[in-house]
T-cell receptor, first 113, second 118 residues
Framework: DAKTTQPTSMDCAEGRAANLPCNHS???????VYWYRQIHSQGPQYIIH???NNETNEMASLIITEDRKSSTLILPHATLRDTAVYYC??????????????FGKGTKLSVKP | AAGVIQSPRHLIKEKRETATLKCYPI?????VYWYQQGPGQDPQFLIS???????DKGSIPDRFSAQQFSDYHSELNMSSLELGDSALYFC?????????????????FGPGTRLTVL
């Protein structure tokens, strides 16, 4: 699985958009980009994933560059409850794949009032 | 909606004792994963099971073993406990059937078991 690079920490004002970048320059054509987050000492929580198209769900949007070497997770209106460590994980998502998640260092997002 | 259940939530053991952690996956999920998260560390994959068979193996010590039962629940058995085994242990579950149809490998995590070895 490709290696990812994320900033160690970021701050965001409550109510503003939080944009979390991730570099994955060695990503392969069959690798998906997944985002999980972990609120302090809770189990990690799935947020969103994508292959090459931008994706949106009720939690966030995922913007993947055309060359797929980087992506940005967007939380459109951050709240204090979004304070967490956000993990960008790149792994093969072929149909039937059930592999484990490899967590890197992640970005600690602090949402401030 | 039903979530992943882990028991116990907290466990305190002495060095060289044994511990058993239990995980009950979301109904109709056929795959279970175990992760270990030490203090200030990121989660590390230990082992996974699909349909009661070991699927993947990560950095699981030889002192640890795990299995998945016919009702799909899983147990992580830890022997000769060491101080360094103190950590949060997360179980996650997913559905291989769902992955086959959508390509999505979403894992649902339980609340974790906090193991303290004294």
């Amino acid at each position: 699985d490709a290696k990812t690079t994320q900033p160690t920490s970021m701050d965001c004002a409550e109510g503003r958009a939080a944009n979390l970048p991730c570099n994955h320059s060695t990503i392969s054509g069959n690798e998906y980009v997944y985002w999980y987050r972990q609120i302090h000492s809770q189990g990690p929580q799935y947020i969103i994933h994508g292959l090459k198209n931008n994706e949106t769900n009720e939690m966030a949007s995922l913007i993947i560059t055309e060359d797929r070497k980087s992506s940005t997770l967007i939380l459109p209106h951050a709240t204090l409850r979004d304070t967490a460590v956000y993990y960008c994980i790149v792994r093969v998502g072929r149909l039937g794949s059930q592999g484990n998640l490899i967590f890197g260092k992640g970005t600690k997002l602090s949402v401030k009032p | 909606a039903a979530g992943v259940i882990q028991s116990p939530r907290h466990l305190i053991k002495e060095k060289r004792e044994t511990a058993t952690l239990k995980c009950y996956p979301i109904p109709r999920h056929d795959t279970v994963y175990w992760y270990q998260q030490g203090p200030g560390q990121d989660p590390q994959f230990l082992i996974s099971f699909y349909e009661k068979m070991q699927s993947d193996k990560g950095s699981i010590p030889d002192r640890f073993s795990a299995q998945q039962f016919s009702d799909y629940h899983s147990e992580l058995n830890m022997s000769s406990l060491e101080l360094g085994d103190s950590a949060l242990y997360f179980c996650a579950s997913s559905s291989r059937t769902r992955t086959r149809t959508s390509g999505q490998n979403e894992q649902f995590f339980g609340p974790g078991t906090r193991l303290t070895v004294l």
